[in-house]
């Protein structure tokens, strides 16, 4: 408690809700979607829950699973991207950071293609006979189950 009551005063900062701005980046192996750009709010799936950012949102580090990062820009319009995974980072200066493995935009995701990856992903899990293989098959089915579901 002597701790605590140091006699010192305390800083604190205030967070608001949807107000100020918010500093974006995105971008995977292949492409650069955003840097540096100020957006209304950018939807994320995580390992720990789908969540959406704001400005002003606490700082949160965490690990993208497969599915699709929607960022709704200033004017009203929305992109939609597949991520195969890659990490999500909130800084307490309200920048966030998207650096996926692999990422496309749904617009551009071709159903039957993903559904071949699908089934290929399918047939390498029913056919893996380590361990490894069978985690790398696993997690195939996942990206390819996920990129069915994203496909228009």
């Known amino acids: 408690m002597r701790m605590l009551s140091s006699g010192r005063p305390v800083l604190t900062t205030k967070r608001g809700y949807a107000d100020g701005e918010m500093n974006f980046t995105f971008a995977a192996a292949n492409q650069v979607y955003y840097i540096g750009a100020n957006v209304k709010q950018v939807d994320v799936p995580t390992f720990s829950g789908s969540f959406g950012i704001l400005p002003n949102h606490v ?15 200033q004017d ?5 991207v597949f991520v195969s995974s890659g990490t999500v980072t ?14 496309c935009l ?9 559904q071949d990856v699908l089934s290929k992903a399918q047939s390498q899990l ?17 990206v390819g189950e996920e990129l069915v579901r994203s496909a228009l």
Do not use: F, H, R, W
């Open 76 to 80: 009203g319009s929305k992109k939609e």
């Open 90 to 103: 909130i800084n307490d200066d309200s920048s966030v950071q998207v650096l996926a493995e692999e990422a």
């Open 106 to 114: 749904v617009q551009e995701l071709d159903k039957s293609a993903c």
């Open 126 to 142: 029913a056919s893996a006979t380590t361990e490894v293989e069978k985690a790398e098959a696993a997690i195939a089915v996942e």
């Open 59 to 73: 700082p949160v580090l965490a690990v993208l699973k497969p599915g699709v990062v929607t960022v709704y820009e």
